[in-house]
Each structure stands twice: as C-alpha cells, then as structure tokens.
C-alpha cells in the first residue's frame, strides 16, 4: 500500500510530507521533501499556539493548514516524479497548538479538506485516543522505532531532534512492552527561538551550531535549568512549547548572557537533558539512532557523544530512514495501521491504560 505521511512539528520549521511503499512489515521510501511555511503562516500559527485568542484565529487556521498540507503532498509527489494518484492513504497528524500532558491535546490542520483537495482517504487526530484511554497523547512514534529499529542483539536507543526531544528506548530483543519512550526535555525549540531574536529573525535556526560554538556555555545558568523535577520524573512524560515556549526564552535573556552564551548554554541544556534521559531510563544502550532537525547541529550531536562515550552515535539515515523525514514516515506506517484496524501506541510510552487505535478515518 502506498501511504503519504504529513509531519509539521513544534519547531514549526516546516511541512515534512514522506510517500512510502508498506508492504507487511518492510517500509520502502519514495519521495520526501519539506515544505516551509509562509512567514505569515508560522506567525499566525505562534500567535495561537498555548496563548489565548480568538476562536475565529484557529478556525480559519485550522482550514488554511489543510490547504497548505494539500499543496505540500503535491510539491512532494511533482518532485519527485510520483503520481498523486497512486497515493492510496494519508496520515496527518496536524500542526500541535496546545498539548496538556494526559488531559487534553489540540492538533489544526483540516483533514477534510485535504481528502477534498487530493481525492484521497485522510487519517488525521492520532493523538486524542491515546489521551482519553489514559495516556499522554505522546509519544507516538516509538511504535514505528519499535517497528523498524529494533534488534535482536543490541540495545539501541531511537533519538528524535525536533523542537521537542524524545527518545525510544529498545532493550535487545525488545517486546512491544520493553520499550520505554518519553521526551528528554527540549530539542531545537529554545536554540531556535534564541537565534530568532538575536537576528532579528533573519535566522531561524543555528545552522551546523555555529553560533554555539563561539559562545561559552554558562555552567551556573545550565545547572539552574537542570534542577527542573521534570528530567527525573519517571517516564511516561511529555514536554512541549508549554514548558520551553516563549516565557521559558524571556527567562534567560533576562539573565543578561551575550547572545551567543546563552545559545550555547541552550546547546548544552538539550545535549545534557538527552543523555540524562537516556542514562536514567536507558542505561546499558549501546547504539544512539537519531533523527530530526537536531541531527544537522554538528556542535550539540559532538556534545552528544562526549556525553555517551560508550554509545556509539549515528543517525536514521544509516538505516535507510531519512533523518528529516522520520517523523512523517512513522505518522504514513500509523495511518496504516488505523486503516487496518491495528493498535498504534505504545501503553509503555503513553501510560494509557490499553492500546488502541489511533486516529479519526475523513473518505474521500
């Protein structure tokens, strides 16, 4: 079955779309791109995000993402010479607006008008299930890393880089209930927001960390954001813009630090809060798998492994699986399984009380 897999994530750095062939349990890539938002869009889509505003913001949104999604499943399909047509399912999981850890969570982006646009069958609203049978909505994806990236004589762990970073524990030989998953705390989500100000928002991002390495991290600041309870709770957790969002930034400009400082003490808070997770929760992993936009920030992935020198550290690509498009791969394998009438959490990830089937089916 041939499936698209849509993924806008909380680093709003764009519309991940990945295509892939599934065929029983082997996973094939066809075409994967990345679409960026119009700045007005990812302004808009800030405004709304854990703030309060009108409704008439998000619903008028919530429509104009399902036409942006469209658009991007068919950038993706034109560059890479695939046939809309043959596309048989997709699974979106939406632009998160707020997201409260095992209470209530809120994904945009209208489904229905993106089986309108595309004449295609549309899953989209993975997360709601999860939290009403108990669960945190997140994280989904260590389904599919269980799925794709276990092995029968390592213990590995799957790391994803996104605005939010989460890990999938696989012990050797894992069973759906050995997998531990949780989210370490903050990705790319304060580097980002750091940058952005310091340019003016003429950088979005700190391309290869550059900008981290001509700073000097500030170990005081650093052990001040790691006293948090949060980075020795026990899994399941979930993190989001809730915790690391725009008054989470104001916080540490207000400690006066050089730009660069405080870039690269947000650096090392991502570095250092991953593989605490991962020594708490996954000790004895032999194997790093990650993925993500993280994965292009040379400074925090050498952080990464001076931190786990008995880990050896590598990327998804290794393993046939597009380090940016991860995320979109793995919400096209959960679409399937909802068309399937297949579980797609992890009860060991979510903390809900079953599995279930994720997701709500729009026909075309």
């Not at 075409?31 to 995000?49: E, N």
């Not at 950088?203 to 052990?223: K, N, Q, T, W």
């Not at 880990?311 to 380090?323: L, Y």
Request: include cysteine; glycine fraction near 10%.
């Amino acid at each position: 079955m041939r499936v698209a897999g849509i993924m806008s994530g909380t680093s709003l750095d764009g519309i991940d779309v990945a295509v892939i062939d599934i065929e029983r349990a082997q996973v094939r890539t066809v075409a994967c791109a990345t679409t960026a938002w119009p700045d007005a869009v990812r302004r808009r889509i800030l405004a709304v995000s854990n703030a309060a505003c009108e409704t008439s913001a998000i619903s008028r949104l919530n429509f104009e993402l399902g036409e942006l999604y469209a658009k991007a499943v068919q950038r993706t399909c034109a560059r890479a010479k695939v046939a809309v047509a043959s596309i048989q399912l997709i699974g979106c999981h939406g632009q998160t607006i707020y997201h409260e850890s095992g209470r209530n969570t809120l994904q945009i982006g209208e489904a229905a008008v993106i089986a309108e646009r595309l004449g295609i069958p549309v899953v989209s609203d993975f997360r709601t299930r999860d939290v009403a049978a108990g669960g945190q909505g997140a994280p989904l994806v260590p389904f599919v890393d269980w799925l794709l990236l276990r092995s029968r004589r390592l213990h590995r762990v799957a790391l994803n880089i996104g605005g939010i970073a989460n890990i999938t524990s696989l012990p050797r030989a894992a069973r759906p209930e050995d997998v531990v998953a949780f989210d370490t705390g903050p990705g790319n989500m304060v580097i980002d927001q750091l940058v952005a100000r310091t340019t003016a928002g003429r950088e979005r991002c700190d391309r290869g960390g550059r900008m981290a390495a001509r700073g000097h991290v500030d170990r005081a600041l650093l052990e001040v954001l790691l006293r948090d309870a949060y980075f020795r709770r026990r899994p399941p957790k979930s993190a989001g813009r809730e915790q690391y969002g725009a008054a989470f930034v104001e916080r540490l400009v207000a400690t006066g630090l050089a730009p660069d400082d405080l870039i690269a003490t947000a650096t090392a808070f991502t570095a250092t809060t991953i593989a605490l997770g991962i020594r708490r929760f996954a000790a004895g992993a032999q194997e790093l798998i990650a993925s993500g936009g993280g994965v292009h920030n040379r400074q925090l992935m050498a952080q990464l492994a001076a931190l786990l020198p008995d880990c050896r550290v590598t990327t998804s690509q290794e393993f046939g699986i597009d380090v940016d498009a991860k995320e979109a791969i793995a919400f096209a394998v959960l679409a399937h399984r909802t068309w399937r009438r297949q579980t797609g959490n992890l009860p060991s990830a979510t903390g809900a009380r079953r599995g279930v089937v994720l997701g709500k089916i729009t026909d075309s």
